[in-house]
């Protein structure tokens, strides 16, 4: 990582993981393969702070360490890319695996608790898809039937919730990513 910290896949350490790498990675990392509209590509990083702001539109009783458990739901893509769920699939426990012990020492390292509980877990996944369809819609050139069949329909949500889809610099997206954390508490 460009903070120097080396990190095991296979048995990651809390003490390897740095916020700043987290942010640095995931605003690189395209949404969609990087096939979306605009100057920019959709980075993971935008993805998470759009996710976040979804559930914290639909769960307002959440508490700030709730919104970081959203915040970070897509974290252990700063080191193994975002895979398209069909690939995911194709790649089945090991790939699953990973992610999931890569998840859990990003967790302990910001004082999470190391398994999501159900019901977050769930709220996320629901905010999760409900920011797939408007940015397949709004980015990636899905029409409307065709998210829907795939991502459900979701409820209109507010235009400070919708800003999250403008694509930002990779630099505006670290810098938002790493001050939303900021605010949230993470330390």
């Known amino acids: 990582m460009l903070s120097g910290r080396r990190l095991d896949l296979l048995d990651p350490s809390p003490l390897d993981i740095e916020i700043d790498d987290i942010a640095h990675g995931l605003a690189r990392v395209a949404r969609w393969n990087g096939q979306t509209i605009g100057a920019h590509s959709f980075s993971v990083a935008q993805h998470c702070l ?58 302990l390292r910001f004082g999470l608790p190391a398994t999501t509980p159900e019901t977050l877990a769930r709220k996320t996944k629901d905010a999760d898809k409900i920011s797939a369809f408007f940015e397949a819609t709004e980015l990636a050139g899905f029409d409307r039937a065709e998210a829907l069949k795939f991502f459900g329909r979701p409820q209109p949500l507010p235009p400070a919730v919708m800003d999250w889809l403008k694509p930002l610099s990779t630099e505006q997206a670290q810098d938002r990513f790493v001050a939303r954390f900021r605010e949230l508490g993470g330390r």
Do not use: C, Q
């Open 50 to 107: 759009l996710v976040e702001a979804i559930a914290g539109h639909l769960n307002p009783d959440w508490s700030d360490a709730w919104r970081l458990v959203a915040l970070l739901h897509d974290a252990p893509e700063y080191v193994i890319g975002d895979m398209i769920s069909p690939f995911k699939v194709v790649m089945g426990d090991a790939y699953k695996s990973v992610e999931l012990r890569l998840l859990t020492a990003i967790h």
